[in-house]
C-alpha cells in the first residue's frame, strides 16, 4: 500500500477526451499534439494500473467517418487495448459539439433533432457494447436555454424523460445491459441547464419508467461550481443506492470549469469523499474527468494521470489511518451518543405517549460537549502527515 501503486483493482478509468486533451481552450489553440486513440490507451498503459478507457463516440470514431474509416481505427484501437490489457468501461454520447445541437438534443424544440439525438446515442450504444462498456453516461450538455422565452421547462423534463424510457428500454432490447449514469453539470455550457445537480436528477430518476437501471455521475468539480457541498451529493447518491459512476477532478470554487487533477485543488474535500467511497464500499469505476494543464507536454501528461491515480491511494490510505486513529476513536465515541432510551424507533400511538410524557432534561444534553475543534485539527494533522 505504501508505494501507492495502482492496480486493475483499484478501476481507475480515464477518457479519451481526458488524457488526449490537447491544451485547447476557449481562448486558445492547442498546444499538445492530437493523439489518435491508440495513442491514449498506449499512454495509459505507460502511466500503469489504469483499468479502463471511457469514450464518447466522436472521440473514438469521427462524426464524419465513412465504414471503412471506422473500422480501421477500432482494429488499431482493440489492438490497443489488448497490447495494454486496459479495457472500455463507460461509455458515452456527444451530444454537444456538432451544430445540430446547438439548442439542445433530447430536449430541442425540434423534433427531428429529437430524433437524431435519440438515433445517434442508440449507434453510440452499439459502439460501445461492441467494445465492452457497462455503464452509460449521460451528460446533457446543451440541455437548456439561454432565455425560458426559448421553451417551456417542464415540456422539456418531459421531452429528456421520453428519451431517456427510450434509450433504456433499447438496452433492455438489445441486451446490452447498461446501467445509465445521469451527469449533471449546472452552469456550462448553456445559459441555464436542465437538471443541474444530483439532487434534481435523483428527483428525475424515480419518475422514469426504469428507476432502478438509471442512477447518477457525479463530479466534483460540478457540485463545485455551484458552491456546494460534493461529499454530500454523493453521499445522496450513495444514500438513494444510485451511485453508478464517479467523476474525479478538482476546481477552485466559483472559477470557469477547470477539470484539474483529483486533489490538487482542495485535498481536504478530496479526502473526505475518498473516505465516504471508502467506508461505504463503493465498487463502481472511479474515472477521471479531467486534463492535465495547458502547459504540459506528453510526459507530464503521464505524469498526470499518475498523479490523479496516486492522490487518490494516498487518500484511501489517510482514511485507514483515520479509522484507526486512536484520538479520532476516542473523540467519536465522546460526540456520538446513540445509547440513550429514548430511541426513536418506529410510530405507534403508545410510544408517541411515551415519548410526549418523558422527561428530557434540554439544558443538560446542550451542556454535553462536542469537540469538534479537536476532531478537525486531528483531522488536518493527520492529512499533514504530522
Ligand atoms: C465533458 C463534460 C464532462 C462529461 C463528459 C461526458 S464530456 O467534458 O464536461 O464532465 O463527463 O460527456
Ligand atoms: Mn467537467
Ligand atoms: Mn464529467
Known sequence: ????????????????????????????????????????????????????????????????????????????????????????????????????????????????????????????????????????????????????????????????????????????DKGHNYKFAMEPKP??????????????????????????????????????????NFTHAVAMALWAGKLFHIDLNDQEFGRYDQDFRFGSVNPKHAFNLVRLLEDHSYSGYKHFDSHAYRTSDRDDVVEFARGSMRSYLILKDKARQWNADPMIQELLGVINRDNSSHQLGSYSTESATALKEASLDRTEFASRPLPYEKLDQRTNEILLGV
Open 1 to 172: 500500500m505504501t508505494a501507492f501503486n495502482p492496480s486493475f483493482a483499484d478501476k481507475f478509468t480515464f477518457g479519451l477526451w481526458t488524457v488526449g486533451n490537447p491544451g485547447r481552450d476557449p481562448f486558445g489553440q492547442p498546444t499538445r499534439p492530437l493523439l489518435s486513440p491508440a495513442e491514449i490507451v498506449d499512454l495509459l498503459g505507460e502511466a500503469g494500473g489504469v483499468l479502463g478507457v471511457n469514450f464518447h463516440d466522436n472521440d473514438l470514431i469521427p462524426i464524419d467517418a465513412n465504414p471503412h474509416e471506422a473500422n480501421a481505427i477500432k482494429r488499431e484501437f482493440r489492438a490497443a487495448l489488448e497490447r495494454t490489457g486496459i479495457r472500455v468501461g463507460m461509455g458515452t454520447v456527444n451530444l454537444f459539439g456538432d451544430p445540430v445541437f446547438k439548442d439542445g438534443a433530447y430536449t430541442s424544440n425540434d423534433a427531428d433533432v429529437r430524433a437524431y439525438a435519440v438515433h445517434k446515442t442508440m449507434h453510440a450504444m452499439d459502439l460501445a457494447a461492441e467494445l465492452g462498456a457497462d455503464i452509460w453516461v449521460m451528460w446533457g450538455g446543451r440541455e437548456g436555454c439561454e432565455t425560458d422565452a426559448a421553451k417551456d421547462p417542464v415540456e422539456a423534463l418531459s421531452r429528456y424523460r421520453d428519451a431517456i424510457n427510450y434509450l433504456v428500454n433499447y438496452s433492455i
Open 187 to 228: 452552469n456550462e455550457p448553456r445559459g441555464h441547464i436542465y437538471l443541474p445537480t444530483i439532487g434534481h436528477c435523483l428527483a428525475f430518476i424515480a419518475t422514469l419508467e426504469h428507476p432502478e437501471l438509471v442512477g447518477v455521475n457525479p463530479e466534483v468539480a460540478h457540485e463545485h461550481m455551484a458552491g456546494l
